[in-house]
């Protein structure tokens, strides 16, 4: 197995090494599809038991329910703040670069388009949400890996079995020893992560390159990229540093050296739930993070905690504005509340972020036909906003930490 410290540098060489093949020779890129289709597969198939038992055997490591008030609060709190201010800094950096100015051509408008759902309000957002967290079948709900209603079901669940105490003892070892199977098996698939993300990002380049359209849609949407990427870069080594300095006392650069394998498992996977067995083997064994802050805080925030989704869509709402029109005080308060909203009920999964724009758009009365000119760069934009929502799930563990009544640490020698 490769050795812990040498892993984000053979899976950066693969990225790097990826994308060159891709745009050097997209055809023999574009044959590797199936590799990275595999390597995805085998993510996706430990994200719902994993999810379920990590956030079973966070709660059940409380052994008093009660206890768990405090970290659950401090987690809600974390996620609505950090979401509310990437949104600021979406709104910010779009205002100051205004990519939209000067409008688009006209050819580039027409060329493309997007069948768009209806767009809806936010009562209907604040529905949606409710209901969400709610399954009325389990067992469909694991098949479509609906993970909101699985873990609220999972939390309720534990909440539980600390109530019943000895009367359900072999239940809760149960969960426990299952959650340790799950990340042994995480461990046995990092082996072959530099493999499958350099065959899942060899061929999405591969494949842009081949439709001959990768350059000239660089050109054309240059200065909304930028914005974006520039908006992402403040909030991830600005705002979501600063608070892991301020509060933790960790070196933050260096906290992201310990959680790069899951961060280029995000870029490559552009889906934050793929990513979720990388994200807690990462922040368990190398960032030392307390185990039952882990396994509480990280499923949950790839779930409700998108940042970088709803940066980006704050940015897309308003560059799309910008090519007609500006947007008052008021309308852009409005696509802040929404694009928190639409982030939270955004699924993590690639490119959901398009779906739940609609939204965003809806609530200022902005066009969805304009969608179709981010069609083009959205594929690569979501790779980078995914890492983001990671980022931000990793932060999240680290000050949750502190609110648990003993923060205890991982046994490094079960993990080798």
Request: contains cysteine.
């Amino acid at each position: 197995m490769l050795q812990a410290k040498r892993l984000p540098w053979v899976m950066g060489a693969a990225i790097a090494g990826a994308v060159g093949l891709g745009l050097g020779a997209p055809r023999l890129a574009q044959t590797l599809d199936v590799g990275g289709e595999i390597f995805l597969r085998l993510l996706k198939l430990l994200v719902v038991p994993l999810v379920m038992s990590s956030v079973m055997s966070g709660i059940l490591s409380l052994q008093d329910v009660r206890k768990l008030r405090r970290p659950g609060t401090l987690a809600v709190g974390y996620y609505l703040a950090t979401t509310l201010l990437a949104v600021g800094m979406g709104i910010l950096c779009v205002d100051w670069i205004a990519p939209g100015r000067g409008g688009m051509p006209q050819d580039a408008l027409q060329a493309k388009e997007f069948a768009a759902p209806a767009a809806t309000d936010l009562g209907t957002v604040f529905k949606q949400l409710a209901l969400m967290l709610v399954t009325d079948n389990l067992v469909a709900a694991m098949a479509k890996a609906d993970l909101l209603p699985l873990i609220a079901f999972s939390i309720l669940f534990a909440c539980v079995l600390t109530v019943l105490g000895d009367k359900v003892h072999g239940l809760k070892i149960g969960i426990v020893q299952l959650n340790e199977a799950m990340l042994a098996f995480v461990l046995m698939i990092m082996k072959v992560a530099p493999l499958g993300v350099f065959c899942l990002v060899a061929a999405r380049f591969g494949e842009a390159q081949l439709q001959g359209n990768f350059g000239q849609v660089l050109a054309q949407t240059g200065w909304y990229v930028l914005t974006v990427l520039v908006g992402l870069a403040a909030h991830a080594f600005g705002v979501l540093a600063a608070l892991l300095w301020g509060f933790t006392g960790r070196h933050p650069y260096h906290f992201m050296g310990q959680m790069a394998p899951a961060l280029l498992t995000a870029f490559s996977t552009a889906s934050s739930a793929a990513t979720l067995p990388v994200t807690l083997e990462s922040a368990v064994d190398r960032a030392r993070v307390a185990r039952q802050s882990a396994e509480l805080v990280i499923p949950l925030g790839a779930t409700v905690n998108m940042d970088g989704t709803a940066l980006y869509e704050a940015v897309a709402a308003i560059f799309i504005a910008q090519l007609e029109l500006e947007l008052s005080f008021l309308q852009q308060m409005t696509v802040a509340l929404t694009a928190t909203l639409a982030a939270i009920g955004a699924a993590g999964i690639p490119e959901a972020g398009l779906v739940t724009l609609v939204m965003v758009l809806g609530a200022v009365g902005l066009p969805v036909d304009y969608l179709g000119i981010l069609l083009p760069v959205d594929w690569l934009l979501d790779r980078f906003r995914t890492a983001v929502n990671v980022w931000g799930d990793c932060v999240g563990a680290a000050l949750v930490e502190k609110a648990f009544p003993t923060s205890v640490q991982p046994d490094s020698s079960q993990h080798s």
